[in-house]
Nanobody, 120 residues
């Protein structure tokens, strides 16, 4: 079992920045691919960014060059640095853990979400 707790969501003006954090507990953090997803009202949940156990990153096109995902295995924490925020980034952001690496069955774990509002 993995427990995930997000923080850092807030109301920010367009062009501003936020850093989301997700602290994991309950298992070996370094063995999980970590991701950030978001869900806007009336829309499906979508993958925003992902970082593998080997620190390989992936970003959806709409956030490339604006968002950065990183992980600190010593702190069991994954971060999402969001710059140049736009109103269309408004959503509930969810942390996801997928793994553990090397297992026959990979499991998905989710946090409770943190709200990001981008508005003037």
């Amino acid at each position: 079992q993995v427990q995930l707790v997000e923080s850092g969501g807030d109301l920010v003006q367009p062009g501003g920045s936020l850093r989301l954090s997700c602290v994991a507990s309950g298992s070996i953090f370094s063995r999980y691919t970590m991701g950030w997803y978001r869900q806007a009202p009336g829309k499906q949940r979508e993958l925003v960014a992902r970082i593998t156990t080997g620190a390989i990153t992936y970003y959806t096109d709409s956030v490339k060059a604006r968002f950065t995902i990183s992980r600190d295995n010593a702190k069991n924490t994954v971060y999402l640095q969001m710059n140049s925020l736009k109103p269309e980034d408004t959503a509930v952001y969810y942390c996801n853990a997928n793994g553990p690496i090397g297992s026959i069955i990979l499991k998905n774990y989710w946090g409770q979400g943190t709200q990001v509002n981008v508005s003037s």
